[in-house]
């Protein structure tokens, strides 16, 4: 059975950092990306970043860029999302997902076949 499981989400001030980890048991993701989306109360799910399976690709939204950083360790099939300087607006729930795909759909929720369950990230003001 696959399982991507999220941890790290949590409460922080506006400004802070957290960081999210999403390790993968089952499979290994071998030619995947691993992404990481957020959904905030009544909003459509948004991508946030994504990485392939060499690190070489790399892809965030334009609202995070600068702010936060993707990484992945193969070895430990586990992708993390490093937030920093995190705003009230930054409040959602994360899901990392794993899908395969390339540099003109990574951004599109449909081109992940596995996701989490999710971790709730909370930022205060």
Known sequence: QVQLVESGGGLVQAGGSLR????????????YYRGWFRQAPGKEREFVATISWSGGSIYYADFVKG???ISRDNAK???????????????????C????????????SRQYSYWGQGTQV???S
């Open 122 to 124: 909370t930022v205060s």
């Open 67 to 69: 702010r936060f950083t």
């Open 20 to 31: 999210l980890s999403c390790a993968a048991s089952g499979r290994t993701f071998s030619g």
């Open 97 to 108: 997902a794993a899908g395969i795909t390339d540099s003109y759909r990574y951004s599109s």
């Open 77 to 95: 099939n586990t992708v993390y999302l490093q937030m920093n300087s995190l705003k009230p607006e930054d409040t959602a729930v994360y899901y």
